[in-house]
């Protein structure tokens, strides 16, 4: 067995550092200061061309950075790693400072406990969960046909991409796409727990109900989604728009991800 103990910085290794957050001080600094080290390049006149910033301190990246919008940040590094890559390509640089730069910055990400992710061609992307993330693209793609339900969950999504979230918007969309669903399945004005035990749940057993074990299972499930149901009423309807509390991260995501299954199902119940 091997003895050889993790090696990184004591803070990385033994101190408790919570869930993921938007923004860090400490990556702002070394995001700044990797930039600044680049060689040779008018990246000022880059990010005037190719995004329209203009702020007179990009001479000095890390001063920048220590107080730019964080959006400003994550566009830059992606426009500055479009920019090196043309520049490799083209054989005006035979130093790949796109990919170094693209692994410091995943590397960063990683130490610093950003909620974000850098693709292989720069593009920064937030960070949920992989398995969250495949269960999202897997659900849009069977959307085709669906504009109104596809709209909700896009606009679900599309909320929780953002640098600040806020996770009641997205829950109330999913709600809302399981709603238009619902309403069209079974003789209901609303999305509510009684429909869901009583006419929805004989829809579905009627579907995939074949034999003693998977109808037992179909009432068991669909007393499941009447729960979910009463509990996303909640952030649903149990709070005004402007209140300041938000959804905890972590039991957004279970709600968001638990509806978007009960929405796969029925759209399977539901097809022809």
């Not at 300041?244 to 039991?251: G, R, S, Y």
């Amino acid at each position: 067995m091997s003895t050889e103990k993790p090696r990184d910085i004591y803070s990385r290794m033994y101190v408790d550092r919570g869930d993921p957050t938007s923004d860090s001080k400490k990556a702002r600094i070394r995001l700044g200061s990797y930039i600044d080290g680049l060689r040779n390049h008018n990246l000022t006149g880059q990010l005037k061309l190719r995004g329209g910033y203009t702020h007179r301190q990009y001479s000095n990246f890390e001063a920048h950075f220590s107080s730019a919008p964080i959006t400003e940040i994550l566009d830059s590094i992606t426009l500055i790693f479009e920019f090196l890559a043309e520049q490799y390509c083209s054989g005006q640089s035979f130093v790949r400072d796109h990919e170094d730069l693209r692994n410091f910055v995943g590397a960063v990400f990683a130490e610093e406990n950003l909620h974000y992710t850098i693709d292989r061609d720069g593009y920064i992307h937030p960070t949920v969960d992989q398995e969250f993330a495949q269960a999202s693209a897997s659900i849009l793609r069977g959307l085709g046909r669906e504009p109104a339900i596809k709209k909700e969950v896009e606009h679900c999504y599309a909320e929780l991409a953002k640098v600040a979230p806020t996770y009641k918007i997205a829950a109330r969309a999913m709600f809302e796409a399981l709603e238009i669903l619902v309403k069209r399945m079974a003789s209901t004005s609303k999305l509510d727990s009684t429909t869901v035990r009583g006419e929805l749940a004989k829809i579905v057993a009627g579907k995939l109900g074949t034999d003693d074990t998977s109808r037992l299972v179909c009432q068991k499930t669909m007393a499941s989604f009447a729960s979910w149901v009463d509990s996303a009423h909640f952030y649903r309807h149990g709070q005004k728009d402007d209140d300041p509390v938000d959804i905890p991260a972590a039991l957004a995501i279970q709600i968001i991800s638990a509806g978007a299954s009960y929405l796969r199902m029925l759209l399977d119940v539901n097809s022809p």
